[in-house]
């Protein structure tokens, strides 16, 4: 029997970072419907950053959570609607309650990699109101697999029915991969998944060696339509891990009119390698700067590399914008050539 990989499909909340977090009504319903009839077991939809997330800080959402929630849920009849909820971002009496009352299925409950202490409540919340809950660790490349274990055990105790670890900033190579995919199997009694980004160019290696090494759930957004460089691309993964014999449930050929479908509806962005992203993987930081970081650059007139590698000496993490211009400012102090 052929191994079986759950496909979850965040193009709707990655890919919103890729346009600012302004995905709009149309954009959603094009491809849910797509996705639906491809047979996409899981889409997350959303802000970038997730549930409650919407604000001056990380960039405002064209549509609200709740019209977003709607929206998919009215076109999603057999995939499972997931979403991405950060504890702090995402309030349970407000945020959680209300996606639990507008249908959502899959909550990913997210941290950064060394805390997992701060899904407690959530994840409790979500599995008394009998939804499912993932625990996601974000920017594993951070910590260590040992960590990386200790943080999930912490999220399995308190509920979790499967941990993901998220490769934010595009800068494993598969060796990294494949110790923290092994040691995470062969510590916990609950699935194991892998999200990639490809600043680096190695997304796709990268899910696939995390399902030699026993991963059972990989994330892939069509296109690869994500933050940054983008994701590992889901028509991609698909066809690979269908070539490997691997069961997805999900059509190829469906799967590559969505793709056709993506490409109309959210041109003209499209996911590539930029020499900014390489810096970002190479430097360690969240894909998802690299918008910020560029116009940073811009205003302050210093390198925008060299805020890139700024921020990863300073192990900068999602969340925290504000520092792209307080380390752009220095730099600047310090840019000889600056004008002014």
């Known amino acids: 029997m052929a191994k079986k ?31 639906e009839a491809a047979g996409v077991p899981v889409v997350e939809v959303g802000h970038g950053n997730g549930l409650g997330a919407s604000s001056m800080l990380v960039g405002e959402c064209r549509l609200t959570d709740e019209e977003i929630l709607t929206i998919s849920r009215a076109n999603l009849k057999t995939s499972r609607l997931g979403i991405h909820v950060i504890p702090g971002f995402a309030t349970i009496n407000k945020n959680l309650a209300q996606a639990v009352e507008l249908g959502v299925d899959v909550f990913r409950i997210a941290a950064h990699c060394t805390e997992a202490d701060i899904t407690d409540r959530h994840i409790a919340y979500v599995r008394q109101a009998g939804k499912e809950a993932f625990g996601v660790l974000m920017m ?55 999200h990639g980004h490809n600043n680096l160019g190695m997304a796709v290696i990268n ?13 892939g957004t069509i296109r690869g339509f994500g933050a940054g460089a983008g994701n590992t691309q889901l028509e991609v993964l698909v066809a690979v891990f269908e070539r490997m014999g691997f069961d997805t449930g999900i059509d190829l050929y469906k799967i590559l009119d969505a793709a056709d479908i993506a490409e109309k509806e959210f041109n003209p962005v499209a996911p590539s390698i930029s020499p900014l992203s390489i810096v970002s993987g190479l430097a360690g930081v969240f894909s998802g700067f690299a918008k910020p970081v560029a116009r940073a650059g811009e205003e302050y007139q210093v390198d925008p590399r060299d805020i890139f590698f700024a921020l990863g000496k300073r192990n900068a993490v999602a969340g925290q914008e504000s520092l792209i211009i307080e380390v752009a400012h220095e730099l600047a102090q310090h840019n000889p050539a600056r004008k002014g």
């Open 140 to 194: 594993s490349h951070m910590a260590s697999a040992a960590i990386l274990l200790e943080e999930a055990k912490k999220m399995e105790s308190y509920g979790a029915e499967a941990i993901i670890i998220m490769d934010s900033a595009g800068a494993y190579f598969p060796d990294d991969v494949k110790e923290r995919i092994a040691t995470l199997v062969g510590g916990l009694s609950i699935p194991v998944g892998f």
């Open 207 to 219: 899910s696939v060696v995390a399902v030699n090494e026993g991963a059972t759930i990989i994330d």
């Open 5 to 35: 990989i759950l496909i979850c499909d965040p193009t709707l909340r990655d890919g919103n970072h890729a346009v600012r977090h302004q995905l709009s009504r149309e954009n959603f319903i094009a491809y849910c419907k797509a996705a």
